[in-house]
Nanobody, 124 residues
Framework: QVQLVESGGGLVQAGGSLRLSCVASGGTFSIYTMGWFRQAPGKEREFVAA????????YYADSVKGRFTISRDNAKNTVFLQMNSLKPEDTAVYYC?????????????????WGQGTQVTVSS
């Protein structure tokens, strides 16, 4: 399984922006479908966005559609999550996840590789 390391989290005011990065190592990144999930205190982990390994098709949770953008740079083994117009309800630990040759699903159980997470806090 590929190893994943996230970065880019932090504290931002509502309406602000952050860009998360996730660097992969130990595998062929280009064959991995990549996803971002988040987990707020006391809540279950939820799907945020995914990008497929064939054609780079993207998928978003309704709650972030139009505000977040997922992208990937296979040459740098990196997947990004650009987050704009942030809201306090976006506060959570954000996790990067990957699955080799998988479909871009919303179910966390489909992803075999996970990063350690990065904290995003949006103040009102």
């Amino acid at each position: 399984q590929v190893q994943l390391v996230e970065s880019g989290g932090g504290l931002v005011q509502a309406g602000g922006s952050l860009r998360l990065s996730c660097v992969a190592s130990g595998g062929t990144f280009s064959i991995y479908t990549m996803g971002w999930f988040r987990q707020a205190p006391g809540k279950e982990r939820e799907f945020v966005a995914a990008i497929g390994w064939i054609g780079g098709s993207t998928y978003y949770a309704d709650s972030v559609k139009g505000r977040f953008t997922i992208s990937r740079d296979n040459a740098k083994n990196t997947v990004f999550l650009q987050m704009n117009s942030l809201k306090p309800e976006d506060t959570a630990v954000y996790y990067c996840a990957g699955q080799a040759r998988g479909f871009a699903t919303t179910w966390a159980g489909d992803y075999g590789s996970w990063g350690q997470g990065t904290q995003v806090t949006v103040s009102s």
